[in-house]
């Protein structure tokens, strides 16, 4: 596993014990010192990624990239007084988009792949389609190859149904009626493997 896969797991663990709430008393745990020094080094390297970047901007290096990336527009970013965004806002993005990134693809894609194999006869389908749409162009899938996908895009978004990459979402309400029915302002879940499973049952999909 890696460092953040480390880190994901211990703070789902964090999650089931009470007492971990407190960040005095976590802080003093096993797991919290190791999930505090991974965070240092996670935040070490994305700090050495935003510093090169902003280096080689301010200098005006002539570039060999060809496009614009997220910390590109992040660390030119001004607010409307024209001051930009402080290296530990920009890390905050970062590591959003770093976790955020790994973690669901990650996760859809294993799970897409065990799927595949326990279904040779939608593996070969998928296959064929992308060696038909690939045949005059090999080793490459271009943008308007992925419309040819047919079988593929239907197998990923079934593999992501059974085994949803973010299965939970929560939100804090603001007002007391959600669709004419009374709750208290709480956070509230929405289990998205849950919703995929009911709505399979009710017959809505076939
Ligand atoms: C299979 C792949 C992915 C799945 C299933 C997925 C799923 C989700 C879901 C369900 C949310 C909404 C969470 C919520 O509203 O509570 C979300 C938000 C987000 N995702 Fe993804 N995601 C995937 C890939 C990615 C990738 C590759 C990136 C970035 C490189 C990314 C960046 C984000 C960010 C930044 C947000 C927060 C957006 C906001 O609230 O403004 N995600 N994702």
Redesign the pocket.
Known sequence: MGKKQVMGATNFKRGGNPLMIFDFIYNMSSDGRSFRKDCDYIHSVADNVIDNRKKILESGQKDEKKHLDSLDILLSAKDENGIGMSNTDIRAEVD??MF??HD??T??ISWILYDLAKHPEYQKLCQNEVDKALENNPGFVKWEDLGKFYVLTRCIKEG?RLH???PL???QSTKEIIDGTTFPPELFSVS?YMVSITTLLSGQIR
């Open positions: 959003t988009f955020e990134g669901t693809t996760s859809a992501m949803s990459p973010v979402v929560a939100r998205i």
